[in-house]
């Protein structure tokens, strides 16, 4: 995508189809005149005196406790640099996303036109009553020192500017691991500082709490060393300024044990890192390119411990493990401030978790087959959704042995719950397939590339580096419409009709047919039907050409699957196929099946039905929690439409006894976990969350997808197809883009399972044959 094609997504996706990226959401009941007069007059006036008899009740009547400000005059913005408070709104609006997606805290974004200092102050003290906390963000040094001391004195709520703490925290959790990995101590190494901002500042502050001597830190600026005899040196680079006699960074790299960048590209060489001690720890920080580029120094040393900025190289020190989690314990027992021991937990806690075992959801999303605590693996991944469970709680105890909560916490196991309720708000299911598809990109065949729809995906699906596109289509409009797209990929197009095509065309037919001669095909049938491209595409994964295959966007679904069965049929022990659809919904993802396939199955076509589904669901590195669903609840109904789901459950009890499966059950007992206990607490579902349904019929599965997406806006991904030999998947007619990018993800991710599954097929076999 060219940058002209990038800025112009970039502006639609901030511009449509509503602008901006947060919005006010009501969270409690409006429908009715009963309701307005609660939510206003006359109703308010009783919790508005609550208040005013005792301020504390404020909590317990707004949403102050779950809010948080993310404030900015604009003088310090990203890679910006002083764009004005308008201009960095869309920068603080993103913060607030993040906020709400990782920890489940709201955010009103605020914007001061100030660059005075106590004129800064003032305003944020002003309108402090109404937040539970105050992120201040992308305010330039040193006045970001000030504004932040002041108001961490004059507020009783958590303060904190992430632009310094946030790097802080995450790269001292990573420091620890690392000096562990080395052998090394942190009062005995040598640290280089490499940049002198506010990041470099609470960095080496922070480094210094934990051991650090201040005599082993050399700081470098934009001018070199900062020494004790320069002059006009701020305060807070006056507290870094050492008595050795080095002017330049690359004296100061001299058996330096620690480096830590978090300055501007390029300004480590190879040589430098080859003049550090044994073991050296690299921490290159700055954005988006680093000190040092990552393949060089791992080619340059290969004893280095190495860290980024950067999500495509290990350990990368991302502020999203720190400042959603530490808010979000702080604002959970009220603290009156964020200070050192809540820091230091954080600290301390993210350290611990990676050297704990990884989820297999984590291995999976990074497509690695088991992350261990080790010199690629210091500092937690993002997508970890452990970190919510692990980080808020050692805030809020440090809060709590502190001294500033005021309102502790006493059951923890109800705590760690509440918390992962708050993550099922988040999709990150989403970024974990994409990023999973990323990791080893597969050849993906769209065979209706000349409905722009489809390109469009497939550009994304390109440059966000998910897959590798093959364009099946009309030549001379595929090439007008990339024209259009600004869609200049050196991608392979194929027009199956076209005389270019004749010499492949016709080796598929000749094969085609040799598999289906007895079935009624001739060779001249096999060439014909070889010129449509659902049969062309579905020969071109049959036959290695491609690795995946998407299509359905403009054509009924029966006519689809048609040819896929027909040329690339079942996998290896499978009966039948069945598709499932995964749902973002509030409470989570939500894995639907059968969505397109079946449409009344008997109850053993019922069992296999969620047989596969079990696989899909555990080939997302999750666990299936599956309910069969029903209108009738536990024999309450002689019907054979619930006997048929009663007889499917037993015979999966049996032959998959470890599956945590049960029915039948009314889809609302299925998912209220109390309701359920209260009810039928016998069920192997009672007190568990379901993240799997199965229905009785197509129509039930279908109606109910589509009622979730259309009614509830919730993203849907798929029909997922299960059973196929082959990694083949059939949209929906008009499908959107962003369902073809999803759909897209998923038949990277089956393709890349299946071909585990043959390699490790074809290791036994050699095992066995070698024995």
Known sequence: MSKQSKRREALVYHAKPTPGKIQVVPTKKYATQRDLSLAYSPGVAEPCLEIAKDVNNVYKYTAKGNLVAVITNGTAVLGLGNIGPEASKPVMEGKGLLFKIFADIDVFDIEVNTENVEEFIQTVKMIAPTFGGINLEDIKAPEAFEIERRLKEELDIPVMHDDQHGTAIISAAALLNALELAEKKMEDVQIVISGAGAAAISCTRLYQAFGAKRENIV?????????QNRTN???????????????????AMNNADVFIGLSTSDVVYPEMLLSMADNPIVFAMANPDPEIEYQLAVDTRKDIIMATGRSDHPNQVNNVLGFPFIF???????????NEAMKMAAVEALANLAKQNVPEQVNIAYGETRLTFGRDYIIPKPFDPRLITEVPPAVAKAAMESGVAQEPITDWDKYREQLMERLGNDNKIVRLLTNRAKMNPKRVVYAEADHLDVLKAAQISYDEGIAIPILLGRRDTILRLMMELEFDADVEIIDPKTDEEEERRNRYAEVYWSQRKRKGVTLYSAQKLLRERNYFAAMMVNEGDADALISGFSRSYPSVVKPMLELIGLA????????????????????????????DPPAEDLAKIAQMTARTVKMFGMEPVMAMISFANFGSSPSPRATKVRDAVKILHESNPDLLVDGELQTDFALNPEMLQENFPFSKLAGKKVNTLIFPSLDAANITYKLLKELNKSESIGPIMMGMRKPVHILQLDASVDEIVNMTAIAVIDAQYKERKEQEAKAALEKQSAL
């Open 328 to 338: 979000r314990g702080a604002l959970d027992v009220r603290a009156t401030k964020i």
């Open 219 to 227: 700081m470098c600026d934009s001018k070199g060393v900062i020494r």
């Open 233 to 251: 040196l701020t305060s807070e680079k006056a507290e870094f300024a050492t008595h050795r006699d080095i002017e330049t960074l690359t004296d």
């Open 572 to 599: 290896k022990g499978a009966t039948r196929i069945a598709t499932t659809n995964l749902m973002m919904t509030q409470r989570g993802p939500m894995f639907l099946s059968d969505t397109s396939i079946n449409i």
